[in-house]
Each structure stands twice: as C-alpha cells, then as structure tokens.
C-alpha cells in the first residue's frame, strides 16, 4: 500500500513512528509529521489532540498487537505440563514477530519509556499463570514467577533492539534471516523451559 492509499489518520502514525523511531519524540515538530504524512496540520488535532495523544495511539496499537495472543494463551490455567509448554512456546514466538514487525514502535517506546496499562495487566496475568503451573507441578516452586516473565521479555527486546549490532559483531540476522531467528527463539526457549545445567 503506498502513502497516498493510506488513511490520513495511518499516514500519520505511519510518519510519527519513523520520525520519533529516527529523531526522538522531543526533536520531532507536528509539522514535521504532518508534512511526512502529507496531510494538514488539522488532521493531526482531529485524530489525536496532539503529538502526545500520537504518542498515545502509537503505544497502544503496539501493545494491543503484541499482547493480542499472549493475553488469551495466559487467560485460563494450563491443564497439563505439554500445554504449558506450548502456551509459553506461542507467546514467545508471537512476542518477538511482532517486536520483529514493528521494530521502530518498539525502539519509540524503549527511548521515550512509554508505559501502558495493558502491559501491566499482561505481566500481572503471566506471573498468575506461571503461579498457577507451579501449583500444579510444572513450573519448579522455588523459582519467582516476576523473574520468569522479565527474563523472557528483556530477551526478546534487546535482542530486537541491538540486532543490526549483534549483526555486525557477531554476523547473525535475527531480523532478516529466518533460519537464525528460528534458532535463537528454539535456543532461548530451551534455556527458558529446561534451564542451563544438567
């Protein structure tokens, strides 16, 4: 779809993404993303109230699209060690296509340190659910259900925040070549569900 075909309303996040992707919120003017979006500087108003309520609506998307599938994986309890597994499988690989996906709203929201309420709800609901495996024998019981859920996340963020410079120093593509990211997301996963040490 080109510019033109899009919606004013996703020129506009489409623009306010790159722009604060590249420059940062703060060295970003309205005008600049409107001009980006080629629209006028009443739509951005329309829309959105401001560059914050852009902001806001950038955020949101992001999380309502990463946390779509998680949420209802976590939802109820898991009835055995083999769903578990899956449940945990499928979140992790749809967290980090779509970190993948939407790269420049990640690294957005790592600079400007958005919070939104949907992630908490969703670190809530995973620590809940890890809590309910370990009740029922899956998870081990000494083990901080909060550790679990930050350890899978910041693997999956950093490794797709600093993948052009992993690129370079150590010549694997997370981002571009599915064969290593389909072994990076199996070898995490490994080290997540099995642990280091035999």
């Known amino acids: 779809m080109t510019n033109k075909q899009m919606s004013s309303k996703d020129r506009l996040i489409s623009s306010g993404t790159l722009l604060f992707s590249e420059k940062g919120y703060a060295a970003v003017s309205v005008r600049e993303i409107c001009k980006h979006a080629e629209t006028s500087m009443s739509m951005i108003h329309h829309y959105f ?3 914050e309520g852009l902001l ?8 309502a699209k990463t946390f779509a599938l ?6 109820k309890p898991s009835d055995s060690k083999q769903d578990f597994k899956f449940r945990i499988e499928m979140i992790f690989e749809a967290t980090l296509d779509v970190c993948i996906l939407e790269r420049d709203v990640l ?6 340190q958005c919070s939104n309420l ?8 995973f620590i809940k659910f890890i809590e309910q495996a370990q009740q029922k ?4 019981k000494e083990l901080d259900a909060s550790m679990i859920s ?3 996340m910041d693997r999956i963020v950093n490794q797709v925040q600093f993948a052009p410079q992993i690129k370079q120093d150590f010549k694997t593509d997370l981002l571009g070549d599915p064969i290593y990211k389909k072994r990076w ?10 642990g280091m040490v035999s």
């Not at 806001?56 to 999380?63: A, C, G, L, M, S």
């Not at 998680?70 to 939802?75: T, V």
């Not at 024998?137 to 081990?140: N, P, Q, S």
């Open 49 to 51: 109230k401001n560059k």
């Open 56 to 63: 806001e609506t950038i955020v949101d998307q992001f999380t």
């Open 70 to 75: 998680p949420m209802q994986l976590i939802s």
């Open 107 to 112: 690294l957005v929201i790592i600079r400007e």
């Open 118 to 125: 949907l992630v908490v709800d969703f670190q809530k609901g």
């Open 137 to 140: 024998g899956f998870v081990r």
């Open 150 to 152: 930050g350890f899978m």
């Open 185 to 194: 997301m199996l070898a995490n996963l490994d080290l997540l569900l099995n």
